[in-house]
């Protein structure tokens, strides 16, 4: 649609005068109805009798709150529906169009002569309504009435407030002094390619790359051909934004283009979306040091814990079950209601720690069979060949597979086989591993170990208890004394028959140990001799200890050899765990089992 010169001067001019007549009539009539309601009122106020009061009475509030409106605020949609329905959005929207178009255009002179003639008939109409307000009874003056609310402006209403005609004229001879000037504001941008017709169009590339964090999709700066990226960037005209991306190519009209970052701008700050990225980045960093350190301690765990190895964990429960029923088992042999001799007592001892000693050594034998076929089966789960077997086949192993214990299959183990064909980081590997082997051995050697201590301290707290009941037992030395003066009293039957208590139905009265009183003239002897009796006790304690010491550890047993010292390079390796850990050395710290030894010493004084 379009419009000469001359037409649209002419048409401005009938605008301007149209609205100086409407502004004079409006004032016309309102100094008019002034006039007449100021001659009404004077004239009806001699005649009409009103009763009024200097004061309003509670009675008048109670009625104005009545009838004061409820204050309803209509739905956001309704309302923009509204605002959209004003005569001054419509005008405003029209005159903008034209303004576009470039139909009509927007001068100084113009707005300062609208304020001009519109402020001087508002003073007058002031002016008038503060005259009729004077002159007006009282009622009528203070009569209420309700309030009109202002309109906020929200939705598009106050979107338009800040389009791109609010920035002010930019002027540029050509789209070089555009990329020099670095405007990043796509509404900036949108007013200089709408006031530079002569610039055609213009390239915009996103301002930072993908992966920082102030990445925007309108985030855009203006550049030359030489500087697009050719698999994204922007072409934005008067008419339209092109978002060229790879192969697609989007096409949108420059007014949704910037209705769209006009509601991208406000959606922003909202605070879900404006901390999102904040929130994102501490959500990724928590993730990644969380997921870094439990990584961390399952492969240190899977590193160093035995239990956690699948080859190595069905020996280890093994052992334990071996160590759990052997703990059962006592060292020291005491028959309750019998009375030993000191001798005897001594060969019942020998006789259990023949028994104790062979069921340590079938212990011991099995628990090596356990231990070596887990290291075995371990090395060859790594790929070595352990040196015992090395031209031996692979039946064990099968067996084991078959059974379900391990999980990994002959055909997915590499095999390095012998020693000359191996690399030296493959030489090395396989040192670690018996390393880590020969540490497998030593800790079934503490579990068996600790078995053995914890059978020597059991049966000498037995012993103990046994001469602790027996000494509570014993009586004092007045219950002694009556025995020597009284007499024992004899208790008829009904046959006749005369019974005794008989003291040695008792089981707790019945005596552990029998000694021989032998006198002389010259003195009063015991047989066995207190000397003897303390080391016939101790005899048996330090035998079940001596038992218990005699059971030889794992690691430096040369069963384990293929293990403990492998053949590296052709090299025989010098074994590095030492001989293992020392029960006597427990014995000797334990300092428990030596107060218990202690004790046995004065009960037997």
Not at 257 to 286: D, G, M, N
Not at 321 to 332: A, D
Request: charge should be positive.
């Amino acid at each position: 649609m379009t419009f000469r010169a001359t037409d649209s001067e002419f048409d401005l001019t009938n605008i301007e005068e149209y609205a100086e007549n409407s502004a004079l009539s409006r004032l016309n009539n309102i100094k008019a109805k002034q006039r007449v309601s100021y001659v009404t009122s004077t004239e009806n106020e001699s005649d009409t009798q009103i009763l009024t009061f200097r004061h309003i009475t509670k009675a008048q509030e109670k009625t104005r709150k009545r009838q004061q409106p409820i204050k309803l605020e209509p739905l956001p949609v309704l309302k923009v529906y509204q605002d959209h329905k004003q005569p001054e959005y419509i005008h405003e929207q029209n005159r903008f169009q034209l303004m576009t178009a470039g139909i009509i255009k927007r001068p100084v002179s113009i707005a300062k002569k609208s304020f001009a003639t519109s402020s001087t008939p508002f003073l007058e109409h002031q002016d008038a309504v503060k005259k009729m307000q004077i002159h007006r009874p009282y009622v009528e003056v203070f009569s209420p009435s309700p309030p009109k609310l202002p309109r906020t402006g929200i939705g598009k209403r106050g979107l338009f407030g800040t389009r791109s005609s609010a920035y002010p004229k930019y002027t540029f001879h050509d789209r070089e002094e555009v990329v020099k000037a670095n405007i990043r504001d796509p509404l900036q941008i949108i007013k200089i390619i709408r006031e530079n017709e002569h610039l055609g169009f213009l390239y915009m590339i996103p301002a930072v790359p993908r992966s920082s964090i102030e990445y925007d999709t309108y985030n855009l700066k203006v550049v030359s051909y030489e500087n697009i990226n050719k698999n994204d960037y922007y072409t934005i005209s008067q008419r339209a934004v092109t978002h060229i991306h790879n192969e697609d190519i989007e096409f949108i009209e420059i007014d949704r283009w910037e209705q769209e970052y006009l509601y991208h701008r406000e959606l922003t700050k909202i605070p879900i979306f404006s901390l999102f990225r904040k929130w994102k980045a501490f959500s990724v960093w928590r993730k990644n040091v969380r997921s870094k350190k439990i990584t961390g301690c399952q492969k240190s765990l899977q590193k160093n814990l035995f239990i956690v190895n699948p080859h190595l964990r069905p020996a280890l429960l093994k052992i334990n079950e071996l160590c759990y029923h052997l703990s059962f088992m006592g060292l020291c042999y005491i028959e309750k209601c019998h009375t030993y001799t000191l001798q005897e007592f001594k060969a019942a001892q020998v006789i259990r720690l023949a028994e104790v000693t062979e069921r340590l050594g079938e212990f011991r034998n099995e628990a090596k069979y356990v231990v070596r076929r887990a290291c075995r089966f371990a090395l060859r789960a790594a790929g070595f060949v352990p040196d015992d077997c090395a031209f031996g086949p692979f039946e064990d192993y099968h067996k084991v597979q078959r059974s379900g214990s391990f999980i990994n299959t002959p055909h997915e183990l590499p095999t390095y086989g012998d020693s000359e064909k191996m690399t030296y980081t493959e030489q090395a590997s396989k040192r670690h591993y018996c390393m880590r082997l020969t540490c497998f051995i030593r800790l079934n050697d503490y579990l068996i170990e600790n078995t053995m201590h914890v059978l020597t301290v059991n049966a000498v707290n037995s012993l103990l208890n046994h001469l602790t009941d027996k000494l509570k037992r014993t009586p004092s030395a007045d219950v002694i004394q009556k025995w020597i003066t009284e007499e024992k009293p004899e208790v008829p039957d009904k046959k006749g028959t005369v019974m005794v208590e008989k003291q040695e139905e008792d089981e707790s009265l019945i005596p552990m140990f029998l000694t021989e009183l032998m006198l002389t003239v010259q003195s009063l002897l015991f047989e066995p001799s207190l000397e003897d009796f303390l080391d016939g006790i101790l005899g048996a304690v330090n035998h079940c200890q001596n038992t218990v010491l005699s059971v030889p550890n794992l690691v430096p047993d040369s069963y384990f050899d293929a293990f403990t010292s492998p053949y590296i390079n052709n090299k025989l390796e010098g074994k590095t765990c030492g001989t293992g850990p020392s029960l006597a050395a427990v014995f000797e710290d334990d300092k428990n089992f030596h107060t218990i030894i202690s004790q046995i010493k004065v009960c037997l004084l």
